[in-house]
T-cell receptor
Framework: AQKITQTQPGMFVQEKEAVTLDCTYD???????LFWYKQPSSGEMIFLIY??????QNATEGRYSLNFQKARKSANLVISASQLGDSAMYFC??????????????FGTGTQLKVEL | EPEVTQTPSHQVTQMGQEVILRCVPI?????FYWYRQILGQKVEFLVS????????KSEIFDDQFSVERPDGSNFTLKIRSTKLEDSAMYFC????????????FGAGSRLTVL
């Protein structure tokens, strides 16, 4: 079974600083995908970034980058130049491909990020 | 940008009542999902749906739950005889095709069972 671990229940960062949110995973699959989603206080789930297990380069999307270390089974999210609007819950998730071709995401417990002035 | 639309945004119901949560996935997407998030907890997979049938379901998705896509656009989750512990945020998500990676989530429907 797949497992996602986020060990930081809460993090604080100063505005304009960079912050790293930790995520480790466990799977026996050779092919898998890793995601980060943002959940602001309004509740919606916003996709941030995706990393495939065979991707050789770390994924980047604007101020978001994913530090993928396959041997260590970690997929940390780095947010550069933090903004007040980055304050939210952040979930790491892993994709499992289902027999019918669909995807199932297994989520971690999340990290609550607060950006301070 | 295309989005997944969920209604209602919030529903309050009495224990034992039936609830239908509605979702309009992105129009050309083929795979549909329901997830649940109990307040303060992580997001949990409920069910996946493809080609007009359930392709996988979790142990949470028992006989109390059902899904259907009645008209080619809406995707519904029905919860029969609601219990207090069904109170949660329910997320619908859709994905384009077999090779697409990203699930796009709706804004969620918050269900409160009294």
């Amino acid at each position: 079974a797949q497992k996602i671990t986020q060990t930081q229940p809460g993090m604080f960062v100063q505005e304009k600083e960079a912050v790293t949110l930790d995520c480790t995973y466990d799977t026996s699959d050779q092919s898998y995908g890793l995601f980060w989603y943002k959940q602001p206080s309004s509740g919606e789930m916003i996709f941030l970034i995706y990393q495939g297990s065979y991707d050789e380069q770390n994924a980047t999307e604007g101020r978001y980058s994913l530090n993928f270390q396959k041997a260590r089974k970690s997929a940390n999210l780095v947010i550069s130049a933090s903004q007040l609007g980055d304050s939210a819950m952040y979930f790491c998730a892993m994709r499992e491909v289902l027999t019918g071709g669909g995807n199932k995401l297994t989520f971690g417990t999340g990290t609550q990020l607060k950006v301070e002035l | 940008e295309p989005e997944v639309t969920q209604t209602p945004s919030h529903q309050v119901t009495q224990m034992g009542q039936e609830v239908i949560l509605r979702c309009v996935p992105i129009s050309n997407h083929l795979y549909f999902y329901w997830y649940r998030q109990i307040l303060g907890q992580k997001v949990e997979f409920l069910v996946s749906f493809y080609n007009n049938e359930i392709s996988e379901k979790s142990e949470i998705f028992d006989d109390q739950f059902s899904v259907e896509r009645p008209d080619g656009s809406n995707f519904t989750l029905k919860i029969r005889s609601t219990k207090l512990e069904d109170s949660a945020m329910y997320f619908c998500a859709s994905r384009g095709w077999a090779g697409a990676n990203v699930l796009t989530f709706g804004a969620g429907s918050r269900l409160t069972v009294l």
